[in-house]
């Protein structure tokens, strides 16, 4: 989404250059007593005073500017994901958000008692806020926030970032004591 709001901001500032520099050309040519470079004026000013709201055309190109406008504001307003996350290893270094969802899914599903570990993380100010949702006991919650924690040191993210984790407890044959029939 990035590139595409870059590509937009790029022809919208260059739409606008242009518009502005034909109205700096126009206005000296009206300053000048000379003829219009680009717009016929009397065209122009017929145009602008016979034309009604009522017109189809009119009516098209304002609900399509309206549309325009709804798009590009949901564009900007709509928080994305970031693809990169910061790290204080080094300065300028950043690290694949999904890289690093994996890095700590593994640490997670290190610790003994867990049998499967999720992470989602996103950036938080200049930090990360990373969750976590292991399934297991959730008395070994604290040794996966300590695996975490550890693990997230090491991939240059801040002490006092935000760790959540959400222990699951195992389905229901395994809870229960069931052994599980296969095949």
Known sequence: MRLVNRLA???LGCVLLGGGLLLIVEVFAVALHRESVVVDRADWYGTLTSTRLEDPWV???????????????????????????????????????R???????????????????????RREGLGWRTRIRAVGDASVGSTV??????????????PDDHVGVHMVRPSGAARAGVPRVEG
């Open 145 to 158: 926030e300590s695996t975490i924690r550890s693990e997230l040191e090491r991939l240059g993210a801040s």
């Open 59 to 97: 009516r098209t190109g304002v609900v399509a500017a309206g549309v325009l406008g709804l798009l590009i504001l949901f564009g900007q307003l709509v928080r994305w994901k970031p693809t990169r996350l910061p790290t204080r290893l080094a300065d300028g270094w950043h690290l694949q958000r």
């Open 9 to 11: 901001t790029l022809l």
């Open 99 to 121: 890289s690093v969802e994996r890095q700590l899914a593994t640490a997670a599903n290190t610790v003994p008692g867990v049998e499967s570990a999720s992470a989602r993380v």
